[in-house]
């Protein structure tokens, strides 16, 4: 035993010589004298260095038991924090250049992934409704490394109740000439969630309660149809998000066994105990989405305590889903609104009563663990895919320091750099 256990040793100390003994590549990067938060419930390191090699993680630890590889980029990351990679589980790609990417220039396209997502730390987005083959096809450039971007997920064309397209999505709809996205049947809904998980979606949206306005108000999918779209995603290892708006809308979500709310739903009342123990009983998560509700009722003009109750009512909700044991998730519907600062998202979920700790896994480990890449990211760990946000400031001091990016990083490849030009497309690396 002891010879094996030596064996190994020498064996691990060869695969370190040679790895730091490699020609530096474009995905090899090391910060240099961070406080680093390495996970949510791991206590920070301070004056750390972090080094990735061919895109990912090789080395963490103190800066002086560290040693960074001579040619190496090297970013003093001393007054600076570092995290994971931050996710944003809620996104929608349908404004310009998003649409048919395939025939855009790169340039629009890098430009507008910059400014609207790594420019706040995302590395990974997830499209959760857009025009069939949109982000698919984005997701191809990004790949070829024609296009400078974050790690992109999609559940594709959104499934809508019959007769329940939303009202504010019908103008893009008959502009675009897209098909319909309603569904009829259960077996249309099995049908047609099969064919775009086939063709490359990473998951099913469902409107359960979709706001077709007029006297009808709120149309609630049925929970045949509902529960049809998501056993036909859980069969093939997706995920199936629910739009909720109210509470028959939230209770076909719940019943029909999604595995996300993509919002809040103010409309439905307080949350009790009871219901959060329901939702996690059905390993449902959350992301409440708080600033869309501000932005929204700012935009229609709505009197303050009307707009206090509503975004009030969603805090609510987060509140009691956190305090309760729920998995929440970071996300902000950006793409559908246009703010796409996250800063008062931040701030309203700490209003919420959600602490550092808490935000910082919504960030990072709780979506990496629901969509199945725990083992890839969401921390910062050696052999894990080198994802990782540069902070300005330290997020436990002020909690929109994790809106205070200063470098976004993918697979070692900076893809936002407050202080440079625009990066060179290189391909990314998982």
């Avoid at 590395?123 to 069939?132: G, R, V």
């Avoid at 999604?258 to 103010?266: F, G, I, K, N, Y």
Wanted: aromatic share 6%.
């Amino acid at each position: 035993m002891l010879t094996l256990l030596a064996a190994r040793r020498v064996t691990a100390g060869v695969l370190v010589a040679l790895l730091f003994a490699a020609p530096v590549a474009a995905h090899d990067l090391a910060i240099v004298g961070a406080r680093l938060y390495p996970a949510p419930d791991v206590a920070p390191l301070d004056d750390a260095t972090l080094v990735i090699r061919d895109g990912r993680i090789v080395a963490i630890g103190a800066r002086e038991r560290v040693s960074v590889p001579a040619g190496m980029r090297v970013v003093d990351g001393r007054g600076k924090s570092v995290a994971a990679g931050f996710w944003n589980s809620h996104v929608h790609l349908i404004k310009p250049p998003f649409l048919t990417p395939d025939t855009q220039p790169a340039a629009a396209l890098d430009a507008a992934l910059r400014d609207r997502f790594t420019r706040w730390g995302f590395t990974t987005l997830f499209d959760i409704a857009s025009l069939p083959g949109d982000a698919r096809a984005l997701r191809a450039r990004i790949a070829r490394g024609d296009v400078v971007g974050p790690q992109l997920l999609t559940v594709d064309m959104p499934f809508f109740p019959e007769h329940g397209t939303p009202i504010y999505v019908r103008e893009l709809w008959a502009q675009t000439h897209a098909p319909s996205a309603e569904v009829a049947t259960a077996e249309q809904a099995r049908t047609r969630a099969a064919a775009q998980i086939a063709a490359g979606a990473d998951g099913v949206k469902l409107f359960t309660g979709a706001i077709i306005g007029g006297p009808g108000g709120v149309l609630p999918m049925s929970k045949e149809i509902a529960t049809a779209a998501v056993a036909e995603a859980h069969a093939h290892g997706k995920p199936a998000f629910a739009h909720p708006t109210d509470r028959a809308g939230l209770d076909v979500a719940v019943e029909s066994g999604v595995d996300v709310l993509a919002h809040a739903a103010p409309d439905a009342g307080a949350w009790s105990p009871d219901f959060v123990a329901r939702l996690k009983a059905g390993n449902v998560a959350f992301v409440p989405t708080l600033t869309l509700f501000d932005s929204e009722l700012r935009r229609e003009g709505v009197h303050a305590p009307v707009l206090e109750r509503f975004v009030g009512a969603a805090k609510q909700q987060l509140g009691a889903m956190a305090q309760g044991g729920g998995v929440v998730l970071f996300g902000t519907d950006a793409g559908y609104i246009e703010v796409y600062d996250t800063q008062l998202e931040f701030q309203l979920m700490a209003a919420a009563g959600l602490d550092w700790r808490q935000i910082l896994a919504s960030l990072t480990t709780a979506p990496a663990q629901r969509f199945g890449q725990a083992s890839v990211r969401g921390r910062l760990q050696e052999g894990l895919a080198g994802d990782l946000v540069l902070l300005g400031s330290d997020p436990q001091a002020r909690i929109d320091a994790f809106a205070d990016v200063r470098m976004t990083v993918r697979g070692g490849q900076v893809i936002y750099d407050a202080a440079a030009t625009p990066v060179v497309p290189v391909p990314a690396r998982d």
